[in-house]
């Protein structure tokens, strides 16, 4: 087996694939699928867990579907694997956007779900709901205390590099967060980066509340006078010095207003329409 894709044991019947995007496995379900797999024909799991409709995470699911394993996701997710052309279109407003406009994060090949996690009982796994990083993404705990968390937590490492990492409420983050810190677990699994321990994942979470809150802070300073919604876009861009890319840019869009949506919902911000344009305040 290529040692790039080596299966490593955590504990008891639950093993994993490190990579860019880690992959599950616990007796016979695997839970996500690696950025790539060049031996994917020595595993053959029963059922492949998704965590939610990103398709760095189901990315070589049509892989396994087609030698006969069962695909299982969020209700509310199956559309974005089903037909992954809907989570591009969203970034540009529904249009159709220009190729280099689009991250590869959003691009993947369909895939048939069979299963909704929710409707999914498998012995010694349960299904978590972690929604806010999509619209109702879950994790996967399994009988030997290893939870893997998707995209729900992302660590110091990860904030480095994505200074403003992918969300569609920041709200609803860190209420994922705070239900992965109550359950009991020995390790976590992110989607990306090294495991973590129980002691290590309460650090990362309490690391991961104070960034998203820094974002609000960041973005209420900016909004000390009205502001449009590229005039945030554009200072908050180069305020977290990230680089200047288009793909990076349409994530942001999605990122940004997530984060202006709720602060509005907890009466933080509001918002007025001037000359066909947008504007933003801070509520005093």
């Excluded at 892989?63 to 970034?91: D, H, M, S, W, Y």
């Excluded at 498998?122 to 972690?130: E, R, S």
């Excluded at 239900?179 to 690391?207: C, M, N, Q, W």
Aim: charged share 25%.
């Amino acid at each position: 087996m290529d040692e790039k894709f080596l299966i490593e044991t955590i504990k008891g019947k639950t093993s994993y694939i490190r990579g860019p995007v880690n992959c599950g496995f616990y007796e016979n379900c695997m839970i996500d699928t690696p950025w790539e797999m060049h031996n994917h024909k020595k595993i053959n799991p029963q059922y492949l867990l998704l965590t939610h409709g990103h398709a760095d995470h189901f990315r070589m699911a049509f892989l396994f579907r087609g030698k006969g394993t069962k695909v299982v996701a969020p209700k509310e997710e199956c559309i974005f694997v089903e037909n992954p052309e809907i989570n591009v279109r969203a970034t540009f407003s529904w249009a159709i956007p220009p190729d280099a406009m689009v991250s590869s994060l959003m691009k993947g090949i369909p895939c048939k779900v069979d299963i909704y996690s929710e409707n999914f009982f498998y012995p010694g796994i349960t299904v978590v709901p972690l929604p806010g990083h999509s619209i109702s993404q879950v994790g996967y705990l399994t009988s030997d205390k290893i939870f893997f968390t998707g995209d729900a937590l992302y660590t110091k490492e990860l904030w480095k590099t994505f200074p403003l990492p992918y969300s569609i409420d920041p709200l609803l983050v860190k209420q994922s967060l705070k239900r992965i810190g109550s359950i009991e677990f020995d390790y976590l699994v992110p989607g990306h980066g090294k495991i973590l321990s129980k002691r290590e994942a309460t650090e990362e979470i309490e690391y991961h509340i104070e960034k998203i809150n820094e974002i609000d802070d960041l973005i209420l300073k900016l909004l000390e006078s009205p502001c449009s919604t590229e005039e945030i876009i554009s200072d908050v861009l180069s305020s977290l010095e990230i680089d200047n890319s288009l793909a990076q840019y349409w994530i942001a869009v999605t990122v940004i207003k997530s984060h202006l949506s709720a602060l509005t919902r907890v009466n933080k911000v509001d918002f007025f329409l001037e000359n066909a344009r947008v504007y933003w305040e801070r509520v005093k």
